[in-house]
């Protein structure tokens, strides 16, 4: 059977590998998992970015739960596993699809839009934590507003006032009260003309472009509202307005029909000095309308704030910063990877679990400086283990050192292996090639650290 696993084992092969072994693609950013509808945003100096999860089908949109990844070098994304779940909110009961967090009153609210169980219909829900990293727990114990529409977004504007919006086939708001879990007022639908939101070329009944996936921000006084649009395959758009509840003005394509999915959902953020446009396709390999992947690229608005359109990559956005070896790192921070998963790990986080022989991750930036003299990971293993091979620049590069693993006893029962490193200098991309005899699962790994001494 062709499953998820062995169709992700193959991703480099097929569209990241030249013919020497060089990584090229490390866009989508997650290659672990099938992920849709990117969510992202800024907090504490790292960009973070929700999405919601394709299980493997080619059916419909089969979703129960939400994930989180984060960055600080837009290369290197560290997996933070499922933050919310169908599970959370008693009163659903499925289709665990595109939503957005928001922080206010020292809290994180992630409002996500859900079935009802009691009526069927779609309906938005609020998860709260603490934490951005969750986990985010029911806030109400019931919908927040319920018309069978669906894909919130919230902006918060300058004046304190917090605005829900949410679509499909209409767009819709509510002026959400302080508490960012109730609201003034009733639902009200935002007109949709063709002067605000361009003319429709789908074949669908509608008048308009403006299909779902409304993305509402505010930047250098302007609003914005970028959207899927059209149908189907859908494409990006985008409108400006002076106010967040307009006149809109329709001001034309950001990123065209492309990318092997019948649709696409848009976040849009500024960090550290760059503007990223975040989107979905469905470049992995297995991957489709129904099993999509989040991708980003960095664009430059024109003098007059207008957004440029843009084409999806395999290169994605580039680099920004390096990455500290001499830190403990988890396994789980990726910029590519072949055939591995994660899974939650018995001493707290994640670790990188279903190791087969041939797997790899790669880690994109890592500044050596003057040189590493060894290496160290945490390990865990229910089988004779297998060698963790150090390569620079590429699979098949340089190889600086390699670490055995030997049983452990189970696949949650850790020991940490160390061995001698050479020819480790300067900013390199590294490669952890895991190899092995025979079938079957190697070990998992929990972190990993480079030491100078």
Avoid at 43 to 56: A, Q
Avoid at 287 to 298: I, M, P, Q, T
Wanted: charged share 15%.
């Amino acid at each position: 059977m062709w499953t998820l696993k062995a169709s992700l084992s193959v991703l480099f092969l097929l569209v990241s590998l030249d013919d020497t072994g060089t990584a090229r693609a490390d866009n989508p950013i997650v290659q672990t998992i099938y992920t849709a509808d990117p969510a992202p945003i800024v907090y504490n100096n790292r960009l973070y970015c929700f999405t919601d999860h394709d299980l493997p089908s080619s059916t419909f949109f089969n979703m129960t739960d939400w994930r989180l990844f984060s960055t600080a070098d837009m290369a290197n994304w560290l997996d933070h596993g499922t933050v919310m779940s169908l599970k959370t909110f008693s009163w659903a009961s499925a289709n665990a699809w595109a939503g957005q967090v928001v922080s206010r009153n020292n809290k994180f609210y992630y409002y996500a839009p859900m079935v009802h169980g009691a009526t069927g219909a779609m309906a938005i829900g609020v998860g709260v934590s603490d934490t951005i990293t969750g986990p985010y727990v029911d806030a109400l114990g019931h919908p927040l507003v319920e018309n069978n529409e669906i894909d919130p977004t919230v902006l918060i504007d300058d004046d304190g006032q917090a605005y829900l919006y949410w679509a499909n086939p209409d767009l819709w708001y509510v002026k959400l009260n302080q508490d960012m879990i109730s609201y003034s007022g009733s639902p009200a639908m935002i007109q949709l003309t063709v002067a605000g939101f361009g003319a429709r070329s789908g074949s669908e009944n509608r008048t308009t472009s403006f299909e779902e996936g409304p993305w509402v921000y505010k930047r250098n006084g302007l609003y914005y509202n970028v959207f899927a649009a059209d149908c189907c395959s859908e494409d990006i758009r985008y409108s400006t307005s002076p106010g967040p509840l307009g006149p809109w003005t329709y001001r034309g394509v950001v990123m065209p029909t492309q990318g092997s999915s019948f649709t696409n959902h848009p976040g849009v953020i500024d960090y550290k000095g760059n503007s990223y446009f975040f989107y979905h396709n469905g470049a992995l390999p297995g991957g489709g309308g129904y099993d999509r992947s989040v991708a980003v690229e960095r664009f430059v608005y024109n003098a007059d704030g207008s957004i440029p359109q843009m084409n999806m990559t395999t290169t994605g956005a580039p680099r920004i910063d390096t990455l500290n070896p001499y830190q403990r790192q988890e396994a789980e921070l990726i910029a590519g990877s072949s055939g591995v998963s994660t899974e939650v790990c018995s001493e707290g986080g994640l670790d990188v679990c279903n190791i087969n022989n041939g797997d790899y991750i790669k880690v994109e930036g890592v500044n050596f400086a003057n040189g590493a003299k060894s290496f160290s990971a945490r390990v865990a293993s229910a089988t004779t283990g297998g060698n963790i091979e150090l390569h620079l620049d590429s699979l098949h590069g340089a190889l600086i050192g390699t670490c055995a693993v030997r049983s452990t006893g189970g696949w949650q029962t850790w020991t940490t292996v160390t061995c001698s490193v050479s020819n480790a200098t300067g900013v390199r991309d590294l490669f952890f090639a895991y190899t092995g005899s025979g079938t079957g699962f190697l070990f998992n790994v929990n972190w990993w650290e480079f030491n100078k001494l």
